[in-house]
């Protein structure tokens, strides 16, 4: 019998759990129960975790997609109780306790664990979803680091682009993955591509953040947002505060002022909302069509089906704070989940969700970082990029994974070198935008 049989065999006695999504939140939740007496089905739609922290580094071809995406089904080696399933989720019903898959008969279960995290948010701005490149998923990250590629491709062949605003590349948000992308961008223009298009005036290649808001990285504190943005100006970047996007062109963008800005590159790094399926589970949502979940992450009304990570509102107990849109939140909560489920199964009390704050931190180049720790402290420069470094490689979920990452970090760091940089897919997706 096969693993697949076994875990979705319907007369079996030993309690469902169906996990929706491979990101952080499932990651943890079936890492957590991967051995305890339940039946696991796990569904996504890639058939590998995506390392979200790091696709901008994707995007500016310091990694490869492979150094980033992990296979899903290589976390469930030698555990006979989990099946996974590369598959497009449409809906929940959380009365018939059912969910509705692309390609398959409806999964009945008996605990869920809604982990399906977050899409771009483009406000309503005109022209975002047809022009914009977003970051959010690895495609996302392929799409952008393609299209700088073509972009220079381009310009390489026809300079008179130039003019145009081909060597302007603009990023609207000034948030973590603003600042985090903006960094690395400005270090891949200005070192490796200065070398590999030696006849383009690459110096004349502009990076620039449009943040509405008076701050880069506003939840971080003033020494640091300082910092980051010195950070940043000293690699070149343009830093434009209080300076938000009314409108996305082919090949130009409006600015709330009116001003018009020519670019072929504007990527949109400017917020997220909960994954539309939430919708289908006909309750009332929070803002940003968040699950509201309890203190102990299970939706109201709903026992047994859990929203965790990016797609939940969730709130901490103990401090009543909202807590952030964060990997270790979601990662955390996915463990919770998994031990909640199984003291419920063991008749046990199941205590509220208590996350551990490790810091918030965020990368502004290469060997240079803000850290918040939690008790107040901060870090900067390089002390900071290694604390960041460590963070994210307690982030990655197998030992094989941290080994590679570290390695492939480590070596590009030695030697200054980056992945490999060829345009990943010829099929010219973003043709209106270069
Ligand atoms: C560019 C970027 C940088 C970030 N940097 C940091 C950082 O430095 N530190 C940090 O702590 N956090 C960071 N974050 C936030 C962090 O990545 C998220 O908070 C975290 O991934 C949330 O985990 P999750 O499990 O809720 O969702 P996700 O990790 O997004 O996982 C959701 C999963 O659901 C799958 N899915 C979605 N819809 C469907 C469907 N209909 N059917 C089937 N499968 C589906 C997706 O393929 C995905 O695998 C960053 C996020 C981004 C986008």
Known sequence: ?????????????????????????????????????????????????????????????????????????????????????????????????????????????????????????????????????????????????????????????????????????????????????????????????????????IDEARVIVYEHSPHLLAPFKPKLRDYARKALEERGVEVQTESGVAEVGAKEITLASGEKVKTHTLVWAAGLQANPIAASLGIELAPGGHVP??????????????????????????????????????????????KAITHIIAGKEVKPFKYHDKGTMAQVGRGAAVVELPKGGTLTGRVAWLAWLGIHLHLLSSAEEKTSVFVDWGWNLLTHKRGKRIILSDEDHEESNS
């Not at 071809?61 to 469930?76: F, K, N």
């Not at 009304?301 to 009543?320: L, N, V, Y």
């Open 1 to 201: 019998m096969t693993n697949d049989q076994r875990s979705t065999t319907d007369d079996s006695s030993t309690p469902h759990v169906v996990i929706l999504g491979a990101g952080f939140g499932g990651v943890g939740a079936v890492l957590e129960l991967r051995d305890a007496p339940v039946r696991i089905t796990i569904l996504d739609k890639h058939d590998y975790h995506t390392f979200q922290p790091l696709l901008y580094q994707v995007a500016t071809q310091e990694l490869d997609p492979t150094e980033v995406g992990y296979p899903v089904r290589d976390l469930l080696h030698r555990h006979n109780n989990v099946v996974f399933h590369k598959c497009e989720v449409n809906s929940v019903d959380l009365a018939k306790k059912q969910v509705v898959v692309d390609g398959m008969s409806p999964l009945d279960y008996d605990y869920l664990v809604l982990a399906l995290g977050a899409i771009v948010n483009y406000h309503g701005t005109p022209g975002a979803a047809e022009h914009a490149l977003p970051l959010y998923t690895m495609n996302d990250a392929i799409r952008l680091h393609d299209h700088i590629l073509k972009t220079l491709e381009a310009v390489d062949k026809e300079p008179k682009l130039i003019d145009d605003g081909a060597l302007s590349f603009c990023i609207i948000g000034g948030g973590p993955t603003g600042t985090e992308l903006a960094g690395a961008m400005a270090d891949l223009l200005h070192t490796e591509l200065k070398a590999d298009y030696p006849n383009l005036p």
């Open 293 to 338: 979940v309890g203190p102990d992450l299970q939706i109201k009304d709903h026992p047994g089906a859990f929203a965790i990570g990016d797609i939940a509102s969730t709130t901490e107990a103990e401090s009543g704070k909202p807590l952030p849109g964060l990997a270790a939140v979601a990662l955390q909560a996915g463990h919770y989940v998994g």
